[in-house]
């Protein structure tokens, strides 16, 4: 109870938000969404991730708020807590460490952003599409400027992970997500004005059914599921901090209204201006490094220094996703850390900061020198990549829904969702209903596809 009494909570209801919705809203918002929106359809994918987002992300969300709030302490703790010690247990270490893996690999993608943003600021962003091309291929394969921006990206992390909940997390939150959205809006304001633009606009927005089949379906559930931050660990820590008034389920709700429309916004951003100049929107994961420079380029060439700010804006859009999303994976391990190891704060977020940035350089250097260096038939980057996203999650996900459908005893369930009967349940047999069986029956499925077993 001592323990309980001494956590920190956030500060405010908008500091909840703000740092839980920067830990949904990333370089799956702004990045891996417009693609998959581009290979499967455009306003079709958008249609089914948003039904995805309601039906399989919330009420994902809501278990881990649950989870969270009641123990009060870090996400592997709080499975042995409520739990009893059990078995289940291992779903809360497994959560932590899939946090602290994809910690790893994805500070290399957020110097990628920090290296652009200030390639972007000294005017290097200027070329054909063959220089963009051989320019990401050239610095990837270097072997000191992705660890140096690397190094740099994890520094303030850590900067900011170390000054604690409400004077580090909570006050970045407060200054980062407003500045993204700013950003944001001006460059959907700036790529929307172009000329055909409306036609990026109606792909986002005029459904063509036709399109639907099974792997757009897929595709809309695995994006819901990578994009709220589902089972990394980061949703569960950061419900430890909420006080005993915040409102779950209208709190997943709010967040993933806000990771939606910042989707959709990133989508306006990007489209509209692809279409403009004539650029296939289904350019897969390599759009934002070769693809979009050279459409900024191109669409904004006839306005003398508004395709270099708009280029210098979109890096520093990218970098400020990666650093809130960024901030919460670190969180995770920082808390287990403290925690378990009884140490300070300062000391769990050293210890966290040196050991993922190890992993990070082994991957990040595995697109040059490490190339060769491979198991099975994948490199590092892909390795980590592949058992995080492509099986970690799932398998925790899947976990965390059975665990707290059929396990969890339902009377702490409610109690945490209505706040122990301070304000009405609403929707709450539904929540159950999907989480004990919606939920689980559609990670399963999204597990099964990708190995091509359905």
Same mark, same amino acid.
């Given at each position: ?321 990666? =650093?809130?999303?960024?901030? #919460?994976?670190? $969180?995770?391990?920082? %808390?287990? /850390?403290?925690?378990?190891?009884? *140490?300070?704060? +300062? ?65 702490? =369930?409610?109690?945490?969702? #209505?706040?122990? $009967?301070?304000?009405? %349940?609403? /929707?709450?047999?539904?929540?159950? *209903?999907?989480? +004990? ?18």
């Amino acid at each position: 109870m001592e323990e309980e009494m001494e956590r920190t909570n956030f500060g405010t209801k908008v500091g909840v938000i703000l740092a839980t919705a920067g830990s949904a809203v990333g370089l799956g918002n702004v990045w891996r969404f417009p693609y998959m929106a581009g290979e499967n359809g455009g306003a079709v994918f958008i249609i089914i991730y948003f039904v995805c987002v309601l039906m399989l992300g919330i009420p994902c969300m809501i278990s881990e708020f649950i989870i969270g709030r009641h123990a009060r302490s870090n996400t592997a703790r709080a499975y042995s807590i409520i739990s009893n010690g059990s078995a289940w247990t291992l779903i809360g270490i497994m959560s932590v460490l899939t946090g602290f893996l994809i910690t790893g690999y994805y500070a290399v993608v957020a110097g990628w952003c920090l290296q652009y943003l200030w390639s972007s600021f000294i005017g290097h962003m200027q070329g054909s599409p063959e220089y963009f091309s051989q320019y990401f291929s050239s610095f990837t394969q270097n072997p000191v400027k992705p660890v140096f921006w690397l190094v740099i990206i994890m520094l303030i992390t850590y900067l900011i992970i170390k000054q604690g909940v409400r004077d580090g997390i909570e006050r970045a939150a407060r200054v980062l997500m407003p500045t993204l959205f700013f950003i944001l809006l001006i460059i959907v304001g700036a790529s929307c004005m172009l000329p055909n633009a409306e036609a990026g606009i109606r792909f986002m927005f005029k459904p063509d059914f036709s399109m639907i089949n099974s792997d757009v379906f897929l595709s809309a559930l695995g994006q819901s599921f990578y994009s709220l931050s589902i089972a990394m660990g980061c949703i569960c820590t950061y419900a430890s901090y909420f006080s005993k008034h915040t409102k779950l389920a209208s709190t997943a709700m709010q967040i993933g209204i806000i990771d939606s429309v910042v989707a959709v916004l990133a989508g306006l951003m990007i489209f509209p201006a692809a279409f403009s100049v004539g650029v296939s929107p289904d350019s897969g994961p390599s759009l934002i490094f070769i693809t979009l420079p050279n459409v900024f380029q191109q669409a904004f060439a006839g306005i003398p220094f508004l395709g270099y700010v708009i280029s210098l804006l979109f890096y520093a859009l990218l970098t400020l996703a990666a =650093v809130t999303s960024l901030i #919460s994976l670190h $969180e995770v391990s920082t %808390a287990f /850390f403290e925690e378990e190891l009884r *140490i300070s704060r +300062k000391s769990a977020a050293f210890i966290v900061t040196l050991s993922t940035s190890v992993i990070g350089v082994f991957c990040a250097l595995s697109f040059g020198v490490l190339h060769d260096v491979q198991l099975f038939g994948m490199t590092l980057f892909d390795l980590f990549d592949f058992v995080t996203g492509q099986i970690f999650l799932p398998i925790v996900g899947f976990l965390t829904c059975i665990f707290l459908g059929w396990f969890v005893p339902h009377k702490i =369930v409610r109690e945490e969702y #209505s706040n122990w $009967e301070t304000h009405r %349940a609403g /929707f709450f047999h539904i929540y159950i *209903i999907l989480v +004990k069986y919606v939920c689980p029956i559609c990670i399963i499925v999204i597990f099964l596809h990708q190995f091509n077993l359905i």
